[in-house]
Structure formats: C-alpha cells, structure tokens
C-alpha cells in the first residue's frame, strides 16, 4: 500500500492491519464512490497478486529453496549466494563461539535459510521483502522461532537509525553478513570514494558498530575478519590477508569514531583512546568513557600533572628500566616505591577493564611526583643516575599510555 499505491493503511488500538486504507486526490471535482471504487480495484489486484505468490511459495518448505541459490550471482567475482550462505555459516559459529551467543546448530540453519527467499516468487516481484518474507516462510515451514526471526534479523539495520537485531542469532548473523560484505569487497578493490558507495558498505560498517557497541559484544574484529578473508581463498583477490584486514579494521572504527561523536563523546577523547590499538571496539568504548568519567571528576587535574611531567621528559627516552641502587634523593626512593605499590593493582585493573580504577591508582602518585621534581634534577651529568631516574618517569607514563594516549586530550 504504502511503496507502490501510496496509500495510508490503517491500524486499531492494538496495533493490527485493519481491513481499510486511506487515499489522496487532489481537487473537489470528482465522485467519490468511483474514485473509491477505482482505488480499491488497483489495491485488490496487487494484493491478489501477492496471495498468488504466497501459496506458490509455501507450496514447498523453505529449506528447499535453498538449492536455488546456486543459481543467483552474488558478485562475478565473489561467487554465487550460495558460496555466500556456505561463508556465512562459517562466520555465524566462530562469532557464537567468540560471543557466547546462541548455539552452532542453531546459526548454521539460520545461515543456511537466510537467503532462501531470494528465489521466492514473492520477493522476485517485490524485492524490498527480502527477509520479511523468509521470516514468514520460515515460521510456516515449521523453524524454530529464533531462526526465522533470524532470517529477518540479519539484514538490520537496514538504514540509519532502523532497529538491531534483537535474538542472538540476528546479532550473530548480522554481523557474519556485514564483515564477509565488507572483507570480500576490500579485498577485490571495491571501496567507497567520496559520496560514491553503491555496495552500502558505510552503512554496513555502521551497522557492526551499533550491534557490538548496543550489545557490548568483546569481538576481536581482526580475527574475524581474517576469517572472513580466508573463506575467500579460492578467489583471486586484489589485496593480501594483513592489507585486507588493516583496511576493513580501519574502516570500521572511523565508523565508531563518528557513532561516538553523535553520541556526545569529546573528539579529544575518542582520538586519545584510538590512540592505542585494539581490535575490540567495545574495549575502545569503555576507555572513552572512562576518560568522559575521569574529565567530570576531581581527580583529573592530579591524574594530568601526573601524566604530563613525567610524560614531557620522557619522550625521546624508550628505556624505562630502572637501577634502584643509584637512586640516592629521599624523594625518587619515594616515588620509586609508591609506583612499585600501585603497578600491578593497575594492570589488574587494565586487564579487567577497570579504567577509571587504574586512572585513580595513577592520579594518587601526584604527592611523590611533585616531591620528585622539587627535590632532585632529572637531566643531571651522573649518566646512571640520569638514566634511572628518566626510567621511573617512563614506567610511570607507560602506564599510562596502556589506557590512551593522554597528550591528545585538550586541558
């Protein structure tokens, strides 16, 4: 009604499809049971249609579509949708597995059924159903709900600010489709330029960043996306496996960066966390809000000094080892063993991904570092001395670049 009639349908209280609709015509110089009566002709004939096309489809079950399959070209270069559904079954287990979401037996036959309805006479005339309609012949044929909801949910988002998959399966599935999508792409040299995207890949690339980050799925998206390259091993590919991976990881997360500056999230920030490395984005998310948190509270300014003297005299020295046998000043024996106190509480706290927890630790060190600076020069011409007291403000930093890169946050 509503694509091809332009008509408004109509719902009760309860949210149901009334048997009615709406229509518009320009003008006053008509009569109304005729046009009523022409409109309701077009609709019938189109809803008829699609009736037809229903009991043709569920003449069969939908499993036994899938066949079909082999016949529909994918891309020339990447195979047919059945290579496709093979690729993604593959991917659907290892995010499961990864994930902790569903079962293999249950994203294997949500894998296998997806594309299904590509060969449904329903969707050969309207191809915008595409997932609807393999929802609707899953449940008639007899699958299990969180399949055939699957089989729905693996296309979502469809657009900018549609609904997520909501079942474990549609993540999981979702995300197999959007990262073969974006691997297979890459890897042939199809990429977006400019305004010039005709595979959607931006919007796929989003679309894995809203389910993992809605979700707070850890997913280490190199692997992944090395799985997904290598389920392309027996196509002649334009991009090696590291280029592809890098490429696509890269794409993503400049996604993320732009989720998260919608979101309210500080430029600064997100650019600091980026900063260092990771293959999970939700890890980089929950270090952009650490660093939101720890911006709003009192300890900031300590935790900033902290990271900036010792950070500012260490940035051509790499050695952080540190001779405690030269260290002569009450003050750096001090500071020596209070960061020897805090050390490994931060790095449980990194590891476990408490980082305003480790930030805390940091920003306590601030007494002994301004005793350290008050009392002793660093750069002094006792070359071992220099030397470990330039590595115990390294080690201070070196934490401290574990959570972001601090020099990139705006004071």
């Not at 408004?8 to 229509?23: A, H, Y």
Request: net charge negative; with cysteine; charged share 25%.
């Amino acid at each position: 009604m509503i694509e091809h009639q332009r008509y408004f349908p109509v719902f009760n209280n309860q949210g149901q499809l009334m048997p009615g609709f709406i229509g518009v015509r320009n003008g006053t110089d008509y009569n109304l049971d005729i046009v009523r009566a022409g409109n309701q002709r077009v609709l019938k004939a189109r809803l008829e249609d699609a009736l037809f096309f229903w009991n043709e489809d569920t003449r069969r079950p939908l499993v036994d579509m899938v066949t079909g399959l082999k016949e529909v070209l994918f891309h020339e270069r990447l195979g047919s949708i059945m290579d496709k559904v093979e690729r993604l079954q593959t991917l659907a287990v290892s995010i499961g597995e990864a994930c902790n979401l569903s079962d293999a037996a249950t994203l294997k036959r949500a894998a296998l059924l997806c594309k299904a309805d590509l060969v449904s006479s329903m969707v050969y005339e309207f191809p915008e159903l595409q997932g609807i309609m393999g929802r609707y012949y899953a449940i008639k044929s007899g699958e299990k709900p969180e399949v055939s909801q699957a089989v729905f949910e693996h296309y979502l988002p469809r657009s900018a600010g549609d609904t997520l998959p909501a079942t474990e399966s549609g993540k999981v599935l979702s995300l197999a489709e959007k990262i073969d999508n974006l691997v297979g792409c890459f890897a042939i040299g199809i990429k977006p330029s400019g305004s010039q995207d005709p595979y959607a890949l931006r919007r796929q690339a989003m679309g894995i960043v809203h389910i993992i980050l809605d979700s707070g799925l850890g997913l280490d998206l190199a692997k992944l996306a090395g799985k997904a390259y290598d389920n392309f091993a027996a196509i002649e590919t334009d991009s090696d496996r590291k280029n592809t991976i890098s490429e696509v990881l890269e794409f993503i997360v400049q996604r993320m960066r732009g989720v998260l500056l919608e979101r309210g999230y500080s430029y600064d920030l997100i650019d600091a966390a980026l900063a260092v490395p990771s293959n999970d984005i939700t890890d980089i998310s929950n270090r952009i809000e650490a660093l939101q948190d720890l911006r709003q509270s009192e300890i900031f300014e300590d935790f900033m000094v902290v990271y900036n003297r010792c950070h500012n005299l260490t940035k051509k020295w790499a050695d952080d080892s540190i001779n405690v046998k030269v260290l002569v000043d009450e003050s750096e024996i001090n500071l020596n063993r209070s960061f020897n106190l805090i050390k490994y509480d931060v790095y449980r706290d990194i590891n476990t991904r408490n980082y305003l927890g480790a930030c805390k630790m940091l920003a306590g060190l601030r007494p002994e570092v301004d005793d350290f600076f008050n009392a002793v020069m660093v750069m002094v011409d006792d070359v071992e001395l220099k030397a470990a007291r330039l590595g115990l403000l390294k080690a201070i930093a070196n934490l401290y670049n574990l959570i972001a890169d601090f020099s990139k946050i705006v004071v």
